[in-house]
């Protein structure tokens, strides 16, 4: 009986969660470009490439970034909380960009939102391990490679999108690569 009620309250969060991931969609997709521009928060960029850069392109020394570094750089807690909402917004400006360039536009836009699952992906681990770091002994090795998949993602999502912009809306393209 006790399995069958656990069940059931998974099963209603997880569809809660769906509508109310349906019903925020249906919201954003009504805004402006200009909307989602203004609404990107503002990230060290440069500090997020270095951690991105020391996963995706290996070279001698590959330990040189300590964690507690790469925490730092990427800023905590609230700047992971920035990528993540940064992202969501990238997102809709790739859709954006799919009015003047199809074709790319739906391509990019569905390997970004494989970036953005691995970002939110990374997020979610390095918070539960946050939370339960007493508990999760292991938390502390684990918390680094969540670290470099969360900025690899959104590096590849940041280029993605200004690599988007620069074929299918060059107009647009100086003032998104300013805000990003």
């Known amino acids: 009986m006790l399995a069958y009620l656990l069940l059931g309250a998974v099963v209603g969060c997880l569809l809660a969660a769906a509508v109310k991931s349906q019903l925020s969609a249906i919201r954003v997709d009504r805004r402006s470009w200009q909307d989602l521009v203004s609404q990107l928060k503002r990230i060290e ?14 070279r001698e020394g590959q330990i040189s970034l300590e964690p507690t570094d790469m925490w730092l750089m990427l800023g905590g807690r609230e700047g992971l909380r920035r990528m993540r909402e940064n992202a969501k917004l990238m997102l809709l400006l790739a859709a ?18 494989r970036d953005a699952l691995r970002l939110r992906r990374a997020i979610w681990r390095i918070e539960l391990a946050l939370t339960f770091h007493t508990v999760l002994r292991r938390s502390a090795t684990v918390i680094p490679f969540d670290l470099h998949e969360a900025a690899s993602s959104y590096y590849l999502m940041r280029q993605r999108l200004l690599a988007l912009y ?12 300013e805000v990003l």
Do not use: C, K
Request: glycine share 4%.
């Open 45 to 58: 960029f440069q500090r997020v490439i270095s951690v991105a850069r020391d996963y995706l392109e290996p």
């Open 166 to 177: 620069q074929t299918s809306h060059s107009g647009l393209y100086p003032r998104l690569a």
């Open 96 to 113: 954006h960009a799919q009015q003047w360039n199809f074709d790319e536009g739906v391509i990019v836009t569905e390997r970004m939102r």
